[in-house]
């Protein structure tokens, strides 16, 4: 346990490389690392845990003691609340589309509030995210999640901590470093990012998946 806090914490997990990579490293410094998915109801859940429990289970074999909880699946009514949006039916924005095309309204607002709400039930002192350098959007600032760490520690009665450990790095960055359990290298190529999968697979065309393409080839990897 040398160089390991005892500090527990939640990751909010998707199937992506930035959550996969956070809960790697978050297995190396921390004494329990608890991982939260919130599904809402989106076009992708289905396809988007499919990898994530593949990725969950090269990592536990990897994973020291009994430092990786099981994963924690939350439900929220997002699609009830976006309706008619690219997100449960209708045209997603394709590979040329900007990074703005892709906006969820209100999204980290309430992935931020179930898993502060699973944080504070299992004793977990913190919640960590996967924003990358450049986000555009303003409930992934900063400032944003400084005031919400404020107002969440204010209302659960206890302190919990946002944090985005990469918010200095791209993703080509996070790529290039990779993803270690105890010297054991984690497969990133069992991540997924897609937003309009075809069964389980991906599209190849949308925003996600150019975005995810343009990455592994900048860190030098195939993706």
Not at 7 to 22: I, K, N, P, Q, R
Not at 63 to 84: E, F, N, Q, T, V
Not at 189 to 216: D, H, Q, V, Y
């Amino acid at each position: 346990m040398s160089g390991v806090s005892r500090e527990s914490v939640c990751v909010l997990v998707s199937g992506g490389v930035e959550s996969a990579a956070l809960l790697a490293g978050a297995l190396g410094r921390s004494r329990r690392v608890h991982p939260v998915y919130v599904r809402g109801g989106l076009r992708w859940e289905t396809a988007e845990l499919h990898w994530l429990r593949r990725y969950l289970k090269a990592l536990s074999a990897a994973a020291p003691g009994r430092r990786l909880a099981p994963l924690k699946i939350l439900r929220l009514d997002l699609a009830g609340i976006y309706g008619r949006h690219w997100s449960t039916s209708g045209e997603v924005p394709g590979a040329r589309s900007a990074d703005r095309a892709v906006y969820l309204p209100g999204r980290n607002v309430a992935l931020f509030s179930a898993a502060a709400c699973h944080a504070a039930v299992v004793g977990a002192s913190a919640v960590e995210i996967g924003v990358l350098k450049g986000n555009p959007f303003a409930d992934s600032s900063p400032d944003f999640l400084r005031k919400m760490s404020a107002a969440l520690s204010e209302g659960l009665g206890r302190r919990i901590r946002l944090r985005a450990p990469f918010a200095a790095l791209k993703k080509s960055d996070v790529i290039r470093r990779g993803a270690r359990v105890g010297g054991r290298a984690m497969p990133l190529e069992l991540t997924f990012s897609c937003i309009r999968p075809r069964g389980l697979r991906p599209c190849g065309a949308c925003n996600k998946c150019a975005e995810r393409r343009k990455a592994f080839l900048a860190a030098g990897r195939t993706p």
